[in-house]
């Protein structure tokens, strides 16, 4: 059996498990990006909260997915949905890059351009929505693209509390000690992966048309 | 608030002195500002210019003293309301590199809401006012040369029409030949327009050429205030190095 004949046989399966997977990174990328973006602009104008806000979300990070899982397991209404729990532990792993880079692409908007958009009478808020985000959108969208890249990945490990996903077919392959499963998963994961990071590298690209 | 002795005055400084941290970067300035002049502020890096210019359109606040524009306190006035009433041109990394020409020229006149056809008109008469093509309108500052650059600078600075102008340096990172086309350039400008102008030089040519009185600051002080002719021959003894400096270098100097 090779992998052409098995994607080829299995299409329907691989097709659901690609859909759930795609599910679970674009709901999470949505909370990640729904919480994250006004929180790093938030750190920018309240500079204080930067250091807590930032270590918070590090040390999200360096919790081990599984245990995350678990702990979150034993939450009332979240943990009765293995989906659920797969969406918001992935939203909170994708925070750090995106509230990092929306507070650095705000806070390295050229100084001179934002005092003279306030010397002409700018109020904070046009200066936010008219000159500081659009600035920093490029950088906000890398970190987005770092996130997503990131949580394709990590989606896999879902399938271990019955979130679905291509992760699915990884454990599958790990139970029977069959390389080939592993890889029917890992595969269409990584090409995910990249897909994502050649779109949304394009869309970066083109969110700047004056760089040139 | 009012003071009839101040009448000819667009901008009154009162003993006004800006502390930043533990560095006094303007000591008792005492300097009126008259309707229709172009006052340049000639000094050396550190002398107090730019806080002088900023305290203007309040983007810093008097740690004692006050600043009047139109006979009232930059403190009374709505920072907002104040900063649209005053043009401001500064070195050209003020434009928004993410607008096009037209839309920096535009900024003003949009955020008071003006008609969008009052608005196309004013950008056209604009571009028109300093000698730019209007086809540059649809370009990225980047796609621009300096000289433009500073061209749209000026227009946007001038697009609401109003009736004080604050300018930091803008030609100063220019090459020599543009610098010196846009200097007379502004110079006839100016006789047309007649607003009130407030310049930041460090260049004492520049200000020779532009100002109808210069004020010259040293490490935070108002040294002299005086016009060309009699800063040329002033007895002061910075005044007098300054013309030693500058017209010394007269063949080889860069003028900046």
Redesign the interface.
């Known amino acids: 059996m090779n992998l052409v004949n098995f994607f080829l046989n299995n299409r329907l399966e691989l097709s659901q498990l690609t859909l759930e997977h795609l599910r679970l990174v674009g709901l999470s990328m949505l909370f990640a990006i729904v919480a994250g973006v006004p929180l790093g602009i938030a750190i920018t104008r309240w500079r204080r909260l930067n250091k807590p806000v930032l270590g918070t979300a590090s040390v999200i990070q360096t919790i081990p997915s599984l245990a995350l899982f678990g702990f979150l397991l034993a939450v009332p209404w979240l943990g009765e949905r293995a989906d659920r729990i797969a969406v918001l532990s992935l939203a909170l792993y994708a925070l750090l890059p995106i509230i990092r880079n929306t507070y650095t692409g705000i806070t390295g908007v ?1 100084q ?2 934002v ?9 904070d808020r ?1 200066l936010l929505f008219q ?1 500081e985000l ?2 920093a959108l490029p950088t906000i969208i890398a970190g987005v693209r770092v996130a997503t890249v990131l949580t394709v990945g990590v989606a896999t490990i879902a399938a271990a509390i019955g979130a679905g996903g291509l992760g699915e077919y990884i454990f599958r392959g790990l139970a029977m000690v069959n390389d080939q499963l592993i890889l029917a998963g890992a595969i269409p994961a990584a090409a995910l992966a990249l897909f994502a990071d050649f779109g949304l590298d394009l869309l970066e690209k083109r969110l ?5 | 608030m009012t003071d009839p002795a101040h009448d000819s005055a667009a901008i009154v400084f009162e003993r006004v002195s800006y502390v930043a941290g533990s560095n006094l970067l303007l000591r008792d300035l005492d300097l009126e500002v008259r309707r229709g002049e172009t006052l340049v502020l000639l000094g050396r890096s550190g002398s107090g210019k730019t806080t002088t210019l ?1 305290l203007i ?1 309040r ?1 810093v606040e008097p740690s004692s003293g006050r600043v009047l524009v139109e006979r009232r306190s930059t403190l009374d006035w709505d ?6 009433r ?3 041109v ?2 050209e ?7 096009s020409v037209e839309r920096n020229i535009r ?2 006149p949009e ?1 008071e809401g003006w008609d969008g056809n009052r608005i196309a008109g004013r950008v056209r008469e604009l571009l028109d006012l300093v000698g730019l093509d209007p086809a540059l309108g649809r370009r ?4 621009l040369s300096g000289g433009q650059r500073q061209r749209v600078g000026v227009a ?2 001038l697009a609401a029409d109003p009736p004080l102008l ?1 300018m930091d340096e803008p030609f100063g990172a220019l090459d020599p030949i543009t610098r010196n086309d846009l200097q007379h350039e502004f110079r006839a400008l100016q006789q047309r327009l007649n607003k009130t102008v407030v310049f930041v030089t460090h260049d004492l040519r520049e200000a020779l050429l532009l100002g109808s009185r210069i004020a010259l600051l040293e490490a935070g002080r108002l040294v002299l205030v005086a016009t060309p002719e009699e800063f040329k021959h002033s007895s002061n003894p910075l005044a007098m190095a300054y013309m030693a400096a500058f017209g010394a270098g007269e063949d080889g100097r860069d003028g900046s």
């Open positions: 050229d001179a351009i005092e003279s958009g306030r010397g002409m009478g700018m109020t046009q000159v659009p600035l700047r048309p004056w760089a040139a | 900023k359109n983007l920072p907002i309301g104040l900063r649209r005053i043009g401001y500064i070195q990394v003020g434009l928004f590199p993410h607008f900024l003003v955020l990225y500052p980047r796609e946007r600075a604050l």
